[in-house]
């Protein structure tokens, strides 16, 4: 063991540990909001990006000229400006360069560069690649002036801090990062559109967002797609800056032979990897989740072709493609949070307005910074054509001068009163050069200078003159990526989505089989396969037997009425199989233990149902306000301990019959119950003591059945019973002659 290192006495600073933790982190927190993830509102590049087109430039790879590797790219972003690992700067580099990545690409790639099945590009020793059209605007004006440049992270280079950006790249093209506690994602816009905005803008500076989206009405994605969004969202998410839009895949029919048909996926949600989403859809026609597809291949090429085979030529197309949107990406949300660096420096969440009013402000900055460049040229110029006039008017002593004096520079200032910038042109100009100080050339050329300088001049004195410019740029700019271009042409469209009913959206994704369901006694359930006639062998627990036996399909939905006054849903599809004795109600969903279960049925949404506590108070409840979405179930009738809800009948008729635990029978008219959504309801039957044991609903016309112990029906006619017929809330009188002794209707069978 070696003497164990300790410091000198002194040297030992005590340090707070939490005031260092914030500080540390806080200073990371904002080296990655500026330096790293979020994009600055005027070039709407991160640096990275910035640092790779710049370097682009500096090695002239213009649009028009010849590619160079892509390695030599990432090595002088790496060596110069960047210092970071070559592999993310390369894949910010080939992202730059994806058609189906970026709306409008700044790297023109030669080579493997990726594809949307989510493959990779090539490594970057065999990839090569320069600039495009979009990336020159982007740069145009750096060398004059335009932005303001830093120093490199060594000192040995310079960079732009932003570039002049003659091209609104930010919405144009999108961006997404996370950087520390903030986030941003923006979809790609049409240019041509927001050319149009922002001319509107710059006409009127008040504008409101309405108008705006009157000329964008929403992202135009890469790979194009359908956005089904309302305008209302649409304009909620532009206000704000945060929201998504909901997108779908196109799709379109295609005829076969015999009646039959395909349908032909063309182009997919933004961001969405094909092979990714034919694996999900493939797993998901295996499990048996969408029973209305047969089969999926991918017969893409150049363009994607997604070709979805129906299981029939019966198959509703819409349905068979809801159902996908449903379970896939081939539905998506793309999401907008416009969380971008407000002048380089504050990171601010912005609406659509503002984005494009900022980003505008930064062109008039350009534009006066260029202008005021090219002034400063064109003076020095102008004093240099000043003392060449004097020069050619004067060639011979000049030449004298210069032969003869040691110093000529003084002596040509003196003797022609030059300023010092117009003798050192003179004393530089080479021999070869005399031939052309011809008067008529200087004269013109001054001539031109003096012009374009008053039009400077003017320019600069004027705010009107500076937007009527930065509104021509914008104006040209509109042309070269208009609407009528393959580049200009928007890709997504809008529209509303397919209104289908959810139930029938859940069906089509479940196999339509039919069950027969068991309840026992004890409230157990299961689901046999088929329509089951003889339940007599079923087997259940100790002490338990059956309840009901109910004739169903897998799609179908399961109402249970508890005695609480709660309904519940179950799926038909997830009951348990019939195997074993199948599973307790009250575990699968959210049942108290005091609970008993009323009745089961299967969900008719058409249907209304008669509800009963045992104070003999009810009304009539329409049995699509009953279902459930969660599995605490929902509240319709309003019971307090002791009282019970303790019958539960489908309301198919226009009397009603009801009978007491005193063996009381009354017979009233069906409309004589209040229908409502959920309460307490009315009185049915008066009662001395006891409470409800049955209730019916029956026709006038069919008369009213009971069923005794031995499932033997007996029918009396409203003639046999009118000596039962009443109001509402009487006691009733004893049962006809025949009633069963055990006080219920009975259910037969």
């Known amino acids: 063991m070696g003497k164990e290192l300790i410091p000198p006495s002194g040297s030992i600073e005590p340090v707070n540990l939490r005031e260092a933790l914030e500080e540390r982190y806080l200073a990371y927190a904002l080296s990655t909001i500026m330096h790293r993830a979020l994009p600055d509102v005027r070039d709407g590049l991160k640096p990275v990006h910035r640092r790779i087109l710049y370097a682009m430039r500096q090695l002239r790879l213009d649009p028009g000229s010849a590619f160079k590797k892509s390695a030599r790219v990432v090595g002088d972003v790496i060596g110069k400006y960047h210092p970071h690992g070559d592999q993310s700067v390369y894949d910010a580099l080939v992202r730059l360069a994806q058609d189906f990545a970026v709306r409008y690409p700044l790297v023109d790639g030669q080579g493997n560069f990726g594809n949307v099945d989510g493959?990779?590009?090539?490594?970057?020793?065999?990839?090569?690649?320069?600039?495009?059209?979009?990336?020159?605007?982007?740069?145009?004006?750096?060398?004059?002036?335009?932005?303001?440049?830093?120093?490199?992270?060594?000192?040995?280079e310079r960079e732009p801090i932003v570039l002049p950006g003659a091209f609104p790249n930010l919405l144009a093209n999108g961006s997404a990062g996370i950087a520390v506690g903030m986030a941003t994602n923006i979809p790609p816009h049409n240019v041509a559109e927001i050319c149009d905005a922002a001319l509107h803008l710059i006409k009127t500076p008040?504008?409101?967002?309405?108008?705006?989206?009157?000329y964008i009405p929403g992202p135009d994605l890469p790979t194009g797609g359908i956005i089904v969004e309302s305008r209302e969202s649409i304009l909620e998410t532009y206000r704000t800056g945060r929201g998504s839009f909901r997108t779908r895949a196109r799709w379109a029919v295609e005829e076969q032979k015999r009646g039959t048909w395909l349908i032909v996926i063309t182009e997919i949600p933004y961001q969405v990897q094909k092979s990714r989403l034919m694996e999900k859809i493939g797993e998901l026609i295996e499990a048996k989740r969408l029973p209305l597809v047969a089969d999926i291949r991918d017969e893409s090429a150049e363009d994607i072709r997604v070709v979805i085979e129906p299981r029939a030529k019966t198959v509703d197309p819409a349905l068979l493609m809801e159902?996908?949107?449903?379970?896939?990406?081939?539905?998506?949300?793309?999401?907008?949070?416009?969380?971008v660096l407000s002048r380089g420096l504050v990171p601010k969440v912005m609406g659509l307005g503002e984005v494009i009013t900022e980003w505008l402000a930064h062109r008039r900055e350009v534009l006066v910074r260029r202008s005021n460049h090219r002034l400063a040229e064109i003076t020095r110029r102008m004093e240099v054509l000043d003392g060449y006039l004097v020069a050619y008017l004067n060639l011979d002593e000049v030449i004298r001068i210069i032969r003869t004096e040691d110093e000529p520079k003084p002596v040509l200032m003196k003797t022609f009163k030059l300023t010092d910038v117009q003798a050192e042109a003179i004393l530089n100009m080479r021999l070869r050069s005399l031939r052309k100080l011809e008067e008529m050339e200087i004269r013109g050329e001054h001539s031109t200078l003096a012009k374009e300088k008053a039009g400077l001049t003017a320019l600069l004195k004027s705010?009107?003159?500076?937007?009527?410019?930065?509104?021509?740029?914008?104006?040209?700019?509109?042309?070269?990526?208009?609407?009528?271009?393959?580049?200009?042409?928007?890709?997504?469209?809008?529209?509303?989505?397919?209104?289908?009913?959810?139930?029938d959206i859940l069906e089509a994704m479940i196999e339509r089989e039919p069950i027969t369901i068991i309840v026992s006694e004890k409230g157990w359930i299961r689901a046999l396969k088929g329509h089951v006639a003889d339940t007599s062998d079923l087997g259940f627990k100790t002490d338990d037997r059956l309840k009901l036996a109910i004739r169903a399909e897998t799609t179908d939905?399961?109402?249970?009425?508890?005695?609480a006054g709660r309904f519940y849903t179950l799926a038909a599809d997830k009951l348990p199989g019939g195997r074993g004795h199948g599973e307790p109600i009250k575990l699968m969903v959210d049942m108290d233990a005091a609970e008993d279960i009323v009745t089961v049925m299967v969900h008719d949404p058409a249907r209304r149902l008669l509800v009963v506590s045992t104070e003999g108070r009810g009304f009539i409840v329409p049995e699509a306000d009953v279902l459930a979405n969660t599995r605490k179930g929902k509240q319709i009738m309003s019971v307090t301990l002791p009282e019970e809800m303790r019958v539960c009948v489908p309301a198919a008729g226009d009397t009603v019959a009801i009978l007491g635990e005193n063996r009381k029978l009354l017979i009233f008219p069906l409309d004589q119950i209040p229908e409502m959504p959920r309460g307490k309801g009315v009185r049915l039957q008066k009662y001395?003591?006891?409470?409800?044991?049955?209730?019916?609903?029956?026709a006038k016309g069919e008369g009213l059945t009971w069923f005794d112990s031995s499932g033997r029906s007996f029918n009396r006619s409203m003639g046999d019973l009118k000596d039962w017929?009443?109001?509402?809330?009487?006691?009733?009188?004893?049962?006809?002659?025949?009633?069963?002794?055990?006080?219920?209707?009975g259910t037969g069978g």
Do not use: C
């Open 463 to 503: 705010e009107e003159k500076q937007w009527a410019a930065v509104g021509d740029e914008i104006r040209a700019l509109k042309k070269t990526f208009g609407p009528d271009t393959p580049l200009g042409r928007r890709r997504t469209t809008f529209a509303d989505a397919p209104v289908h009913v959810e139930e």
């Open 725 to 745: 017929v009443g109001e509402r809330a009487q006691a009733g009188r004893l049962p006809p002659q025949g009633f069963p002794r055990h006080g219920k209707f």
């Open 557 to 563: 939905k399961i109402v249970v009425a508890s005695t």
């Open 688 to 698: 001395k003591d006891g409470g409800v044991a049955d209730a019916r609903v029956f």
């Open 323 to 339: 159902s996908l949107f449903k379970l896939t990406d081939l539905e998506s949300r793309i999401p907008l949070n416009m969380n």
């Open 119 to 156: 493959d990779s590009a090539a490594a970057m020793r065999y990839t090569e690649a320069r600039m495009t059209e979009v990336a020159r605007l982007l740069l145009d004006g750096i060398d004059e002036d335009a932005v303001d440049f830093r120093e490199t992270y060594d000192g040995s």
């Open 206 to 214: 008040s504008a409101r967002l309405e108008t705006l989206l009157n």
